[in-house]
């Protein structure tokens, strides 16, 4: 069987027989064997599906890699065996496959199962399968496998169909197929034979007539993106051609590879450019229309293997090669690539130049490569003096016009390599004075050297000095600059790039200088160039310049700027300039830019100075850090040209379900942690592709990110409302997918949120307030009643006072008075008749001093003036001294100071207080002792009162606190009220009423209390 070769037999085979081609160049390659994730490195073919996904037949299964995960099938997902040959997508994006061992087996995926067709008959011996295709014939799925020595099985309506030699194909060895416009080509070895429904045509007409029958492979290509136009591709056995419109065009003779007689035929790929790849499992070639030289691919190119199982190009013309090691992936062919493994003297090119013949020279560290084309041949240079690598790098290359190649190398001076080989040294004993720089031939045929500090030019061997750097520069020059490189124009000017002193220009005898004193980086010159417009262009440390009267300004316009290094400067074509910086190179057309680096193909990061070259056939070189590159427009593909990333929202998942994003979805409010799963495809390069997504109704802005890992993101705590999930993707070029848009995704509001939670909750909010309300009135109707009452018994007591006071003046005071008068009237009788009596005098006496003592308490009682004269701490102990002395009761005084805290209005409020707390004692407590304590603590005055009198039960306390009690507690509470303090009244023992506390808080304030009651 075909794919049972044992690998070191073909190992073996290969470095016998197998041809490498020692100009093989190299291109931005990605590979991908079992260490990237394919089940087995074996790998026996590749194609693609409409959802973009790449899938591989392998020894060990089926694998689908989407540019993130990889996914495998074998037999306990449904395949017949693990190891697969073939695997094809048909019109409608079915997966099938070809398994071989030694039946033929044929399996599509239905609902990720695989099911396997019914064997064809007659293959109970080993059949070797040559080809394997999958197509919609007359609107018929039809499965088609060519063999070796079997002829051709075909499969439609269930039903398979055997064709040989001995119903009218022209031979039983099938080595291709295709189809084209319902027909199957069939490539066998004796010509070309068309399967059109089920006749066979053998005449299959060519102008000329093909070199030989024995058609080894067969490939149709569509011509221009016309399905209409096609161009059939075929190879011999040293043969490639092409039929098209009726007539056969031979390109070139096949470079020989290894073909077992019994397996001799060749896989072939059109690349869709006028070129073909083909190849088998030991060589690799591509071959143009318009060459006649195939062109070798192998490891020396980038690629995995030496040979391929198969081809294929996806969508975005990426050009996959399965082989038995593994999968290359040829990213682009836009920069082909030559390094030392291709053949240079090292990786590093500094220089390139061309001969006369047309051989290039690529300058290094240390020597320089020739390229005829064909192959590369090195001469290093030969270190004299001890002169390290480092100092003899190649900086400058030219040729004059006898053919010899200047060299400018450093240490090692200015070289001279003849037409004929010979290698002279130019240095300090030829005129020369320091390293060598660079080196020039004008249109003039004028030779040119510059080394750090002087202008040279070499006439008859010998090295003339023209000028030094300082000289040119003067008192302001820059003792830190030197002469790096030197360029010339159409009218043999000169112009001398400088590391610090900006641009100089050497024409006629004459100097001009061109700096600038803004961007000091800007004088750090690398390129200087005259394009075909009459504009100088000066690449330097701070980007692009030109040169504008005698400064160098900026260049920038509303598209296009660079502010990074420019080493080299090119014009290729007219009008089209190529920048080399430090980070690959960028192309301006005057009104679009584009970036070329290591993701997109170009061959290094650092373009050096002297690396841009447009050679006799107008290919554009660049030498870099990593080797030598030329650009291939052809391969060059715009944005445009290339479709953009494959895109798609896959899922929503929540609550642990996955919920389709393509019809409406309903969220519960507590199912609001939702995460969104994505896809993007893009081969390009699809660890660089970029996304960006946006939740509408939720984020103002894009999110805009990359995911190696995962395609997926997630969002907690959502609030209720109304989304739209957004999602879209950018390869590598920057090509933004189309934005795909979710079905509206709803999350409702909690119940308690809803409208009938609100009107319910309103309700009960109406109750709430309505039922606050009705208490409020009644506790201000009751607050209100109280205040009448209490206001009633204020005026009532008003009243008793007024009464008492009249009472005393009337029936006290007045009596004595209307005594002491009708006395006084009675002694002056008596005085007459000289009856009078010193005893009458002392009575009268004594009824004046009873009346003071009455004037005095009812004074008292109105205002105790103790307060003005004494001040509150003594007024109560003397208040208290005067009940002790007037009543029975024992009272104890522990009076603290309290004068400095009480001001005058609070004062006789603390005054009533104890005062009336005294009188409830002497008049209804009944009790034998009392005891008031009054101290100052942290930020309040606390009065204790105690007695041990009848006191109240648990219900007369509740009353008295209920503040309808009589007014002398009523008096006291409102007094403490209005003082802002705290007022508490107790038994001692509350069932059997033993005696009453009354404690009183009040706040040490400075301020005047409200007015209330009069105190």
């Known amino acids: 069987m075909y794919f049972r070769f044992h690998i070191a037999f073909v190992v073996t085979i290969g470095m016998l027989f197998s041809i490498t081609c020692a100009y093989s160049q190299s291109y931005l390659v990605r590979t991908y064997d079992e260490n990237t994730g394919l089940p087995s490195s074996t790998v026996y073919d590749v194609t693609q599906d409409p959802s973009g996904h790449v899938w591989f037949a392998t020894r060990a299964g089926i694998c689908m890699y989407d540019g993130i995960n990889w996914t495998s099938y074998q037999v306990a997902d449904g395949l017949p065996m693990n190891t697969h040959c073939r695997i094809r997508i048909d019109p409608d994006g079915v997966v099938w496959s070809l398994a071989h061992a030694p039946e033929i087996f044929v399996s599509y995926l239905s609902a990720d199962k695989w099911i396997t067709l019914p064997i064809p008959e007659h293959t109970n011996h080993i059949i070797n399968f040559s080809s394997f295709e999958v197509a919609r014939i007359h609107n018929r799925i039809t499965i088609l496998i060519g063999t070796i020595k079997n002829g051709l099985y075909r499969y439609t309506d269930n039903h398979w169909q055997h064709y040989t030699i001995q119903n009218g194909l022209p031979d039983d060895k099938v080595n291709g197929l295709c189809v084209v416009h319902d027909k199957v080509y069939i490539a066998t070895g004796n010509g070309i034979c068309i399967l059109d429904g089920d006749a066979l045509d053998n005449q299959f007409p060519t102008t000329p007539k093909l070199p030989t029958m024995n058609i080894l492979g067969v490939r149709s290509e569509s011509m221009h993106n016309d399905r209409q136009q096609q ?135 240390n020597g320089l490569t020739f390229y005829n084309g064909k192959q590369f041949r090195t001469r290093p240079f030969d270190l004299v003096n001890n002169i390290s690598e480092l100092q003899t790098r190649v900086l400058d290359l030219s040729v004059d016009s006898y053919n010899n190649l200047w060299i400018a190398a450093s240490s090692l001076g200015l070289g001279k390599l003849s037409a004929r080989g010979s290698l002279r040294w130019y240095t300090q004993a030829d005129g020369l004075k320091d390293r060598v720089t660079s080196v020039l031939i004008d249109m003039k045929n004028t030779i040119w050297v510059t080394d750090r500090k002087n202008l040279y030019r070499v006439i008859n061997g010998c090295a003339k000095h023209i000028v030094d750097l300082d000289s040119l520069q003067g008192s302001q020059g820059n003792t830190f600059s030197i002469m790096r490189k030197l360029f010339s124009s159409p009218d043999s000017a000169v112009f001398i790039a400088t590391t610090n002193n900006g641009v100089f220009k050497y024409k006629n005898n004459s100097w001009k200088h061109y700096y600038t004193n803004h961007i000091p980086p800007a004088n750090n010159v690398f390129a200087v160039h005259l394009d075909t417009q009459g504009r100088t262009w000066v690449g330097t440390l701070a980007g692009l310049y030109f040169i504008a009267g005698d400064s160098l300004v900026k260049f920038e316009t509303n598209t296009f700027n660079i502010d990074r290094p420019i080493y080299v400067i090119v014009e290729h074509p007219v009008n089209t300039f190529w920048f080399g910086t430090d980070n690959g190179a960028m192309r301006w057309d005057g009104t679009s830019s584009k970036w070329y680096n290591v993701h997109n193909g170009f061959f290094g990061q650092e373009v050096n100075r002297s690396g841009g070259f447009v050679d006799n056939q107008g290919r554009l070189w660049f030498g870099t850090d990593l080797g030598a590159s030329y650009y291939r427009g052809k391969f060059d593909y715009s944005i445009n040209d290339i479709p953009e990333p494959l895109t798609g929202l896959l899922s929503l998942q929540v609550a642990g379900k996955n919920l389709a994003l393509d019809s409406c979805v309903v969220l519960a409010y507590d199912e609001n942690n939702c995460t969104f799963h994505f896809k993007a495809v893009s081969f390009i390069n699809e660890d660089a592709i970029q996304y960006r997504v946006k939740l509408d109704g939720f984020d103002d802005d894009w999110i805009t990110g990359r995911a190696l890992s995962t395609h997926q993101i997630r969002y907690t705590n959502l609030p209720a409302g109304s989304y739209h999930f957004k999602f879209q993707s950018q390869n590598v070029l920057g090509a933004w997918s189309t934005i795909k848009t979710s079905a509206e995704i709803i999350i409702e509001k909690p119940f308690w949120e809803m409208w009938w939670f609100y009107l319910i909750l309103s309700l009960i909010m109406i109750g709430i307030i309505s039922s606050s309300y009705l208490v409020r009135i009644s506790i201000l109707k009751q607050e209100r009643r109280l ?229």
């Open 231 to 365: 161009r059939i591709w075929l190879a011999g056995q040293n043969w490639i051609g092409f039929v098209e419109n009726g007539t056969f065009t031979q390109l070139a003779a096949i470079v020989s590879s290894i073909l077992i007689p019994e397996y001799q035929f060749w896989i072939l790929q059109p690349d869709g450019n006028g070129g073909l790849f083909y190849g088998n499992i030991h060589d690799i070639f591509y071959v143009k229309s318009t060459s006649a030289h195939p062109e070798h691919f192998g490891r020396s190119s980038g690629l995995i293997s030496e040979g391929a199982t198969s081809f294929f190009i996806d969508r975005e013309r990426n050009f996959w090669i399965s082989s038995l090691r593994g999968v290359s992936k040829i990213i682009s062919m836009r920069f082909a690539n030559y390094n030392k493994n291709s053949g240079l003297l090292s990786n590093e090119v500094t220089a390139i130049a061309e001969m006369k013949s047309g051989e290039l020279v690529f300058g290094h560290g």
């Open 787 to 1015: 205040q009448q009452e209490f206001s009633k018994r204020l005026l009532e007591e008003v009243e008793k006072g007024r009464k008492r006071i009249a009472g005393g003046l009337h029936d006290s005071l007045g009596q004595n008075l209307l005594i002491i008068k009708n006395q006084i009237q009675q002694y002056i009788q008596a005085i007459t008749h000289n009856t009078a009596t010193p005893e009458d005098l002392a009575e009268i006496s004594a009824i004046v001093s009873e009346s003071i003592q009455e004037v005095r308490q009812i004074s008292y009682d109105l205002h105790p003036h103790q307060l003005d004269r004494l001040g509150l701490t003594k007024a109560i102990r003397a208040l208290g001294d005067r009940i002790h002395a007037i009543s029975s009761c024992n009272i104890q005084m522990d009076v603290g100071n309290i004068d400095e805290i009480a001001n005058a209005d609070q004062a006789i409020y603390i005054f009533r207080i104890v005062q009336e707390g005294l009188n409830n004692i002497v008049k209804h407590a009944h009790a034998t002792a009392a005891a008031i304590v009054i101290k100052k603590l942290s930020a309040h005055i606390e009065i204790v009162i105690r007695d041990n009198g009848i006191g109240f039960r648990t219900s007369d306390v509740e009353r008295i606190l209920s503040e309808t009690s009589g007014f002398g507690i009523s008096g006291m509470k409102e007094r403490v009220k209005i003082l802002n303090g705290q007022f508490k009244i107790e038994n001692n023992n509350s069932d059997t009423g033993s005696g009453v506390v009354i404690t009183i808080r009040l706040p040490i304030q400075k301020s005047n209390p409200a007015k209330g009651i009069n105190a």
